[in-house]
């Protein structure tokens, strides 16, 4: 009788706990709907402008024939520099570790070899924390990015670049499709591969004013930080999104473990109950 009110007591605590956990993973999943609406709104918006300024200098830069710039130059890649976008928090499913995979699985035969700007906390703490040569780190501003925080990353990533310290720069990032499903992406910024193909076959039919050096000077810093500010905002959704089925799940899963204990504690309690009645029919039973 001892055990099965010991046993009653702690399915109601664990019921307890879990109805606790299931509060705050439902008021994480709502905050997350909330977040994910603002920043979708905000993809809508800046997608359709960021694509077509892309386009236009895409098709500037592959026109620019024979003509030398530090940004356009291809050379041996003896060094290579990872833009990488994570979030600052967690209990966001496999965003986090979807995006460091990917990059683990692009430089792992080569981390002495490779420079990191990480955008975000849980790529700068695994990143610092396994040994990698980390250059920059831009944290708390994954939710919300500002156009001011892509000219920041852009600038830093086109000095080391311009100075030769890396061959090429890349781009990794999750790009947002749904809310129950994102794409992780590496992409190369410098030297822009389509331009370098282009230049091949094509010779420049731009008229440059006041010079060739001069607008692209302005162009490809434009290029670099549109792309950047675009990644970031592709990945703020995803964060987001995969953040709110995330806890969707959490609580779902909940919801079914307090079902089952309930149902536990119903059938212990109706044994206890049983029991009870035993006890007193046996008693009575003796008293005769």
Do not use: W
């Amino acid at each position: 009788m001892k055990y099965l009110a010991e046993s009653t007591r702690d399915i109601k605590r664990r019921i307890r706990g879990i109805s606790n956990t299931k509060q705050i993973t439902k008021a994480m999943e709502l905050v997350s709907s909330a977040k994910l609406r603002r920043a979708r709104e905000k993809l809508e918006k800046t997608r359709p402008y960021f694509n077509t300024v892309l386009e236009s200098i895409q098709e500037v830069l592959s026109s620019t024939g024979n003509i030398r710039h530090p940004f356009l130059e291809h050379r041996e890649v003896k060094r290579s520099l990872y833009i990488v976008i994570t979030a600052d928090g967690g209990l966001a499913g496999g965003y986090n570790s979807n995006i460091i995979r990917l990059v683990e699985n692009k430089i792992k035969d080569k981390k002495d070899k490779v420079d990191l700007i990480v955008i975000g906390s849980k790529g700068k703490d695994y990143f610092n924390n396994r040994g990698y040569n980390v250059i920059g780190e831009f944290i708390n501003i994954t939710e919300e990015p500002k156009f001011s925080d892509a000219v920041k990353i852009g600038k830093l990533a086109m000095e080391h670049y311009e100075n030769k310290g890396v061959d090429e720069v890349v781009l990794a990032y999750t790009e947002f499709i749904t809310t129950l499903s994102q794409d992780t992406k590496a992409i190369k910024l410098l030297p822009n591969k389509d331009v370098n193909e282009d230049k091949k076959e094509k010779t420049s039919v731009i008229d440059y004013e006041p010079s060739a050096e001069e607008v692209l000077d302005y162009l490809i810093p434009k290029y670099i930080e549109s792309t950047v500010y675009g990644a970031l905002i592709e990945s703020s959704c995803s964060e987001q999104g995969s953040r709110m089925t995330a806890m969707k799940s959490a609580t779902e899963n909940a919801e079914e473990m307090i079902d089952e204990l309930t149902l536990s504690y119903n059938r212990a309690r109706q044994a206890a109950i049983t029991s009870e009645i035993s006890e007193i029919v046996a008693g009575a039973e003796a008293l005769k």
